[in-house]
């Protein structure tokens, strides 16, 4: 059972989510709630003298940081394209065979993880860390709950750990 303020959270959690969208958070608003929640569970914060405004506050300044970042990372794209002359070169372009070799083998490995685990798992994988799906869009798609869809990428985080360090100790 939660206490204190992951209690306030876990009962004001749908009146923050409408605060994060209307603040123009859109569909990132569900992953900014799950972001706010585990940094709540990580941090020892002891006791808030005003735990709503704190909350809010919270969610926020998370939300500022995220556009903050997104918009430093879409700036140096654009420089780095425009100091390519405007052409995004293939990375692939100036490895070496053997180290592409390696990596399509690493990719190979990662696709076979993920398929192990089953369809759903792989497709919530796939349409949240690579095409760039919010995590409630993926569970409406999908017919399942937003619980379900955060544990399946656990699952796939879980399995993808265990195999980056099977491939560090190779």
Same mark, same amino acid.
């Given at each position: ?6 209690? !306030? ?6 009146? &923050?989510?409408?605060?994060? +969208? $209307?603040?123009? $958070? ?13 940094? /709540?569970?990580? #941090? ?7 735990? /709503?405004?704190?909350?809010? +506050? ?9 556009? +903050?970042?997104?918009?430093? #990372? ?25 180290? +592409?070799?390696?990596?399509?083998? !690493?990719?190979?490995?990662? %696709? *076979?993880? &993920? ?14 860390? !690579? ?18 869809? *955060?544990?399946?990428? %656990? ?16």
């Amino acid at each position: 059972m939660a206490s204190g303020l992951s209690a !306030i959270f876990l009962a004001n959690r749908a009146a &923050l989510l409408r605060f994060l +969208r $209307a603040r123009g $958070a859109g569909d990132d608003a569900e992953d900014l709630l799950q972001d706010m929640w585990m940094k /709540l569970e990580a #941090r020892d914060v002891g006791p808030v003298a005003d735990p /709503l405004p704190y909350l809010y +506050r919270a969610a926020n300044n998370l939300m500022l940081d995220r556009y +903050r970042s997104s918009t430093r #990372r879409g700036k140096r794209e654009q420089d780095w394209a425009e100091s390519a002359g405007g052409v995004m070169a293939d990375p692939g372009e100036d490895m070496a065979v053997d180290e +592409r070799l390696i990596l399509a083998e !690493i990719v190979e490995n990662a %696709q *076979e993880v &993920l398929r192990d685990l089953g369809p759903r798992v792989e497709l919530v994988f796939r349409r949240f860390r !690579i095409e760039g799906v919010g995590q409630r869009g993926i569970a409406e798609e999908l017919g399942v709950s937003l619980t379900t869809v *955060e544990k399946d990428l %656990q699952k796939a985080y879980r399995a993808l750990t265990v195999l980056k360090h099977k491939l560090d100790t190779e």
